[in-house]
Antibody, heavy 119, light 109 residues
Framework: EVQLVDSGGGLVQPGGSLRLSCAAS????????INWVRQAPGKGLEWVSY????????YFADSVKGRFTISSDYAKNSLYLQMNSLRAEDTAVYYC????????????WGQGTLVTVSS | EIVLTQSPGTLSLSPGERATLSCRAS???????LAWYQQKPGQAPRLLIF???SRATGIPDRFSGSGSGTDFTLTISRLEPEDFAVYYC??????????FGPGTKVDFK
């Protein structure tokens, strides 16, 4: 069974940092691209970042470029989103989300982890 | 960047009724790149339709997708109580990689 388990959210002050984790199981981690998608309270979905299965391709939304980094640990079948210089507008539930193999949609989502940026 | 617009914002219907949700793109989108998701409160989104018209695994056949170019539609033929949720369309692009519409909420009349 495919599972994505998100963790690492919490309350952080503006300008602070936080690292989110996504633990994957039930599939060959290195064969799939993974994204982070966020959802501000009461709002819609916003794509944040992408990493290919090999880790060779990485992309970010303009809203987080230069502040967030993404990485994979293949030994642990885990994905990380390092978030620096956090702003109030980064407050959201963050989901890791697997892209369908070779296709153009998301087939599995983590349960989400809430990040709150507030003083 | 392609912008997706969904209408209506809210659809108030009763169980057993037909729901028709619209997703319009600011530029033509390949049907292969268009998907629909369902999200219930406190839950992650769930894939319903991919490639504009193909149902994901385990999705009941009361859900159907259609459309091409800039106009796409999600239809729920007969609403079940568990179908009351928010529905998002999504398109795949180069940058940003995924764009989502603002969502249509289907709630009880």
């Amino acid at each position: 069974e495919v599972q994505l388990v998100d963790s690492g959210g919490g309350l952080v002050q503006p300008g602070g940092s936080l690292r989110l984790s996504c633990a994957a199981s039930g599939f060959t981690f290195s064969s799939y691209s993974i994204n982070w998608v966020r959802q501000a309270p009461g709002k819609g979905l916003e794509w944040v970042s992408y990493i290919s299965g090999s880790g060779s391709s990485i992309y970010f939304a303009d809203s987080v470029k230069g502040r967030f980094t993404i990485s994979s640990d293949y030994a642990k079948n885990s994905l990380y989103l390092q978030m620096n210089s956090l702003r109030a507008e980064d407050t959201a539930v963050y989901y890791c989300a697997r892209e369908a193999y070779g296709d153009y949609w998301i087939d599995y989502w983590g349960q989400g982890t809430l990040v709150t940026v507030s003083s | 960047e392609i912008v997706l617009t969904q209408s209506p914002g809210t659809l108030s219907l009763s169980p057993g009724e037909r729901a028709t949700l619209s997703c319009r793109a600011s530029q033509s989108v390949s049907s292969s790149y268009l998907a629909w998701y369902q999200q219930k409160p406190g839950q992650a989104p769930r894939l319903l339709i991919f490639g504009a018209s193909s149902r994901a695994t385990g999705i009941p056949d009361r859900f159907s997708g259609s459309g091409s170019g800039t106009d796409f539609t999600l239809t729920i033929s007969r609403l079940e109580p568990e179908d009351f949720a928010v529905y998002y369309c999504q398109q795949y692009g180069s940058s940003p990689r995924f764009t989502f519409g603002p969502g249509t909420k289907v709630d009880f009349k």
